[in-house]
């Protein structure tokens, strides 16, 4: 179902841009020496290094600036260089026409997660992994992982065991992200049809009680009944209130699924974490959960 994006070679050109929070240019800087050397053909948008305000740039120019990319055809991958908040400003506003037509990579997390479900509504791919905010504190795995990924070279990833996992195997399309914003688009015109996928979620900085009240969402919107297995990465910082809610998010998580025979793997090496693995959203992946860990890889 999904067309095939081309994986990058060596000398393709790759375009660093700032859809949602302003960046520092040591950062990017740091970033764009670092593809460089990976052999890429590397450009900094023109607004990348704005500031207005939280954001890189106005509406306007963030628009410009991914909407120029995406219509490039010298373009084979887009990296966002930061989340915050700002893509979900900008979504609906971008003309998709050339990227239907010429698909291409487009890669990062957190906030971004907005238009790794506008891609997988379109029936593309497309890569969860780190951003140029965090390439300096990343692992080598991290960074590997998201290169492997744009040149075709994806490999399996292998999970410690985790005793508060769900044992099982199950296939299906890997798609998610970070879990407030698949939330935050529940009920919208870019929710998934979750039928049948693996979900992959990870999260930043919540109370836990939220978490609770958004797997709540998931669940009386029938995601949690549609999808074939379950993948938690970090659940980075998370915070409990004066007087304890008196639960851990994984006893949080388990609770909305205790009737739900689906694999469940815990600690995934994704997210607001220095080991950020690289995922390729809308891509056929198998999961194998059991006494000795977890495994993810790609169908052929």
């Given at each position: 179902?999904?067309?095939?994006i081309?994986p990058?070679?060596k000398?393709?050109?790759i375009?660093?841009?700032?859809?949602a929070?302003a960046?520092d240019k040591?950062?990017?800087?740091?970033?764009?020496k670092?593809l460089?050397k990976?052999?890429?053909d590397?450009v900094?948008?023109e607004?990348c290094l704005?500031?207005h305000?939280?954001?890189?740039?106005?509406?306007?120019?963030?628009?410009?600036d991914?909407?120029r990319?995406i219509?490039?055809?010298?373009?084979?991958?887009?990296?966002?260089?930061?989340g915050?908040?700002g893509c979900i400003?900008?979504?609906?506003?971008?003309?998709?026409?050339s990227?239907l037509?010429?698909?291409?990579?487009i890669?990062?997390?957190?906030d971004?997660?907005?238009?790794?479900?506008k891609?997988?509504?379109?029936?593309?791919?497309?890569?969860?992994?780190t951003?140029p905010?965090?390439f300096?504190?990343?692992?080598?795995?991290?960074i590997?992982s998201?290169?492997?990924a744009?040149?075709?070279?994806a490999t399996s990833?292998?999970?410690?065991?985790?005793y508060?996992?769900?044992?099982g195997?199950?296939?299906g399309?890997?798609?998610?992200?970070?879990?407030?914003?698949i939330y935050?688009?529940i009920?919208?015109?870019?929710?998934?049809?979750?039928t049948?996928?693996?979900l992959f979620?990870e999260?930043l900085?919540?109370?836990?009680?939220n978490?609770?009240?958004?797997?709540?969402?998931?669940s009386?919107?029938?995601?949690l009944?549609?999808?074939?297995?379950?993948?938690?990465?970090?659940?980075?910082d998370l915070?409990?209130?004066?007087?304890s809610?008196?639960?851990s998010?994984?006893e949080?998580?388990?609770s909305h699924?205790?009737?739900?025979?689906i694999?469940?793997c815990?600690?995934?090496p994704a997210?607001?974490?220095?080991?950020?693995?690289?995922?390729?959203f809308g891509k056929?992946?198998k999961?194998?959960?059991?006494?000795?860990?977890?495994?993810?890889?790609?169908?052929?």
């Amino acid at each position: 179902m999904n067309q095939t994006i081309k994986p990058l070679k060596k000398g393709d050109k790759i375009v660093i841009l700032a859809p949602a929070k302003a960046i520092d240019k040591a950062s990017v800087e740091f970033a764009e020496k670092l593809l460089q050397k990976r052999g890429f053909d590397v450009v900094v948008s023109e607004h990348c290094l704005g500031q207005h305000h939280y954001f890189s740039g106005t509406e306007a120019e963030r628009l410009q600036d991914f909407q120029r990319a995406i219509d490039d055809e010298s373009v084979s991958a887009i990296i966002c260089a930061r989340g915050g908040y700002g893509c979900i400003q900008i979504v609906d506003k971008i003309q998709w026409a050339s990227f239907l037509r010429q698909p291409k990579w487009i890669v990062g997390y957190s906030d971004v997660t907005v238009f790794h479900q506008k891609i997988q509504k379109m029936g593309l791919q497309s890569i969860h992994a780190t951003m140029p905010l965090n390439f300096k504190k990343n692992s080598n795995e991290a960074i590997d992982s998201m290169v492997g990924a744009l040149t075709g070279n994806a490999t399996s990833i292998t999970v410690p065991y985790d005793y508060h996992n769900k044992e099982g195997y199950c296939k299906g399309e890997l798609v998610g992200g970070n879990l407030s914003i698949i939330y935050s688009l529940i009920g919208t015109n870019d929710q998934l049809d979750f039928t049948n996928k693996i979900l992959f979620i990870e999260d930043l900085a919540e109370q836990l009680y939220n978490i609770d009240r958004m797997f709540y969402a998931l669940s009386k919107s029938s995601v949690l009944d549609k999808i074939n297995g379950l993948i938690i990465g970090g659940m980075t910082d998370l915070k409990d209130t004066e007087i304890s809610i008196g639960r851990s998010y994984q006893e949080i998580i388990l609770s909305h699924l205790a009737y739900k025979n689906i694999p469940v793997c815990f600690n995934f090496p994704a997210g607001h974490i220095a080991d950020n693995r690289a995922l390729i959203f809308g891509k056929n992946t198998k999961l194998d959960v059991s006494s000795s860990g977890a495994v993810l890889n790609y169908s052929k």
